[in-house]
């Protein structure tokens, strides 16, 4: 099985992108699932859905053509699949807080059920091996970023902390409830954690194998958006994810050059090629822009065909791996590629069993291999988009900055 992410900014056109690699992938006769991870799903309207008779589905696959199926999923489905005890419990601390019924049932998501119900059906798929290929229409790049840390974040809390929290609210549970209205989750809220937390069991390994997942950037020739799609191409390397190709879309073409439009193209013909400097040895394919919306299959296959051309989607344009490990002589090195990171937005610390790095806002626990357990960092070096860590010595402390 491939799995195929396309992210970017809002606006550059990721999910008719997504949806024209879907057409083109179900045309060399693989069996195609095109799912909407975007809470504002608009996957269905690029192929000019009905949206009256895709509500129907109830966020199940809808057959689109032959070979392909698309999914938008319905949280208020998966709330009722998946987070029974969890929603109750959250719906019933907010109608404690005075909200009403219908309020707090409405309100009573939080950030990551959406993200860990998409895993959830992923990891399904894989099993049942139900498709050859997964083409993920993603959320704008910080949504993105947020929903492959899902699986490291649930794997620490669960190890962490799940047990503790869990352990302490059974013994205070007694004690409190003759003198607090504010009520606490009962076992079955952590049983509802727990068989999430199994049924996700295995998916960070598929999501960082190159072989398997590939994340493509969808971008635009405009200076903001490269520069968020930079950001986005350092995160995904942070968190082990495999950049194979970066997509600049509508490119305007060049009979635009005796219109309106002359000063905007040129520009634009600057940022191409700073595109294909930036992310060299990653490929960028470029996308003009039509003279109509791309709308419903027909326009899609346009779209697909321009892209594509008659190749294969599904090919592995980078396979190499954001993080590697190596040791000699009881010395263990730790190689990250941070592409674009300065020298002033790394910072780095050992915590127990993980070297946690921070770029930015955002933070990774890379887990160590056990036989680097016990070493600390002594030198960090920020060298042509990859940080290299040398760890060494057993310490006498267990948190050491780097």
Known sequence: MRILFYTGKGGVGKTSIAAATGLQCASKGYNTLVMSLDPAHSLADAFDLERSLYDTAKGDPVAVADNL??????????????????????????????????????????????????LLHINRYLKQKQFDVMILDCAPTGESVRFVSMPTTLEWYMKKIFRLQRNLIRTVR???????????????????????????????????NPEVTSVRLVTNPEKMVIKETQRAFMYFALYGLCVDLVIVNRILPEDADLSYFRKWREKQQKYVEEIRELFTPVPALEVPAFESEILGKEGLDRLAKRLYDNNDPTNRFVRERPIRFSKKDGRGTVIIRLPFALKGEVDMVTTGDDLVVQVGNFRKHVTLPRTFVGLTPERAVLREGELKVEMGGVGDERDKRG
């Open 174 to 208: 007694p004690i409190l409830r003759g003198v607090s209205s504010v009520p606490l989750p009962e076992d079955r809220y952590f049983q509802n954690l727990e068989s999430l937390f199994q049924k996700m069991e295995g998916i960070d390994r598929v999501l960082c």
């Open 69 to 118: 199926w698309i999914q938008e999923i319905n949280i208020q489905q998966e709330l009722s699949k998946n987070w029974q005890e969890v929603h109750a419990y959250i719906s019933g601390l907010l109608n404690v807080s005075g909200l009403e019924d219908v309020v707090a049932e409405e309100v009573a998501i939080f950030p990551g059920m959406e993200e860990i119900s998409c």
